[in-house]
């Protein structure tokens, strides 16, 4: 309770409200709700009450989390409520060296954060015992389906006692999750507030516009007085970091975070720009899902993303904590089939918005490659990233084990 107090909570949020009571009695629960809507302290709550009872010197918490900044997000949250316990913490993830986690593992924390691959890597190694574990959490299990890592959470849960408590988060249920969802968790408390809608909070908006036009269009846009903060997500690796590098050389106090950056790297720019030592963060969808930084005032969606769904996710990093953010996509005339499908996928068109000196793109997709003699289609150069490449970006255990991953996965 002084933990939630230093935390300045003063009354329970809805998934909060509604998960809590049932994880104290210590049932399962199945919470589907989007980012932004305070699911970490739905969580960790009830856990440090559990953990609290007795004193077992052993990790009796596993938190599954997709990406290294959600992990270390979470374990953050979790060490402010528990800061006035007696509480250890160790959050493991690929990308770094697993040394000090390794030597962290040896001080036997009670509570484990961490990304499949570099979870897994460490059981298999013999470096991290599950066998004591009494609560299973799985954060944001869409986009750990998403980033392909199924296969890795079905072997830490054979390492799992099957006497556990089992919560599982969400911000959607694709069938994949369901059936995952129906394995693990034994008669779950079900809370459902997910939406495919944006947070009321989010004034979001589209703007047609020409691909060559994009980049003066966002000096439009970050110009403006009310921008105070903005996370301006790209398609790419390649163009987050030269937009970046175009907006610093433009007088504009930028940050890129993409995958090719070493953690160090990821966290400073993370950190500068919780910090307001750049007020603008330019991304892949890296951060799209579960990062929560307070007060950020407009997203901006320089390319569209590669999903629907993943629209919702990008522009909750604003609008978040009851707080009112704007977002804007710049479409242009190829991206009209996301159009359709996103409006779809929400239930409503999205409010066009017309900028002086800026004409519309009503141009198609460009028509398909021709094919090689041998039959098979050129490779386009579209940015998108296999899927190892994906668990490397997003902390899926590059470093330690990674050969023996490698295999593993094919």
């Known amino acids: 309770m002084r933990g939630i107090r230093t935390a300045g909570f003063d009354a329970p949020r ?55 900044e959600l992990a270390t997000q979470i374990n953050a949250e979790i060490r402010m409520l528990a800061q006035f316990t007696q509480m250890k913490m160790v959050t493991i993830f690929g990308g770094v060296s697993a040394h000090n986690q390794v030597r962290a593992l040896r001080r036997h924390p009670e509570i484990v954060v961490g990304c499949p691959g570099r ?38 849960l054979s390492a799992l006692p ?40 989010i004034d979001h908006a589209l703007v047609l516009v020409g691909e060559r036009r994009k980049r003066d269009l966002l000096e439009h846009f970050l110009r403006q007085d009310n921008c105070d903060s903005a996370i301006v997500f790209t398609r790419t690796k390649h163009r987050a970091r030269r937009l970046a590098e175009q907006l610093c050389k433009a007088g504009h106090k930028a940050v890129g975070l993409q995958g090719n950056l070493s953690q160090g790297q990821r966290d400073r720019a993370m950190n500068g720009f919780r910090t307001r030592h750049y007020n603008i963060l330019v991304a892949t969808d890296i951060v799209a899902r579960g990062i929560d930084v ?7 969606n320089f390319d569209v993303p590669n999903t629907p769904e993943a629209y919702t996710h990008r522009i909750g990093r604003t609008g978040r904590a009851e707080l009112e953010g704007e977002a804007c996509t710049f479409v242009t005339g190829a991206d009209h089939a996301w159009l359709r499908a996103t409006e779809r996928m929400i239930g409503s068109p999205i409010q066009r918005r017309q900028v002086d000196g800026f004409v519309a793109d009503t141009e198609g997709p460009p028509a398909p490659r021709n094919r090689s003699r041998r039959g098979n289609p050129r ?32």
């Open 294 to 300: 307070s007060g950020v005032s407009h997203v901006i």
């Open 119 to 156: 979870v897994l890597d460490l059981l298999d190694q013999g470096l991290l015992h599950l066998d004591e574990v009494e609560t299973l959490v799985l954060d944001e299990a869409d986009h750990m389906f998403d980033m392909g890592f199924l296969p890795d959470i079905r072997k830490i």
């Open 162 to 201: 099957a006497d556990r408590q089992n919560l599982l988060f969400s911000a959607t249920m694709p069938k994949e999750v369901r059936r995952l969802a129906d394995e693990v968790l034994n008669n779950p408390h079900v809370v459902e507030l997910a939406d495919s809608a944006p947070a009321a909070t």
């Open 379 to 410: 490779r386009a150069r579209s940015g998108g990233q296999q899927p190892q490449q994906r668990q490397a970006e997003h902390g899926g255990g590059s470093g330690y084990g990674q050969r023996r991953r490698r295999r593993r996965t094919g």
């Open 14 to 68: 809805p998934i909060q409200a509604e998960t809590i009571p049932a994880g104290m009695m210590g049932r399962d629960v199945l919470g589907l709700a989007q980012t932004g809507t305070g699911k970490t302290a739905a969580f960790a709550l009830p856990l440090l009450n559990r953990l609290m009872r007795t004193n077992r010197r052993a990790p009796r918490a596993l938190i599954l989390a997709p990406t290294r």
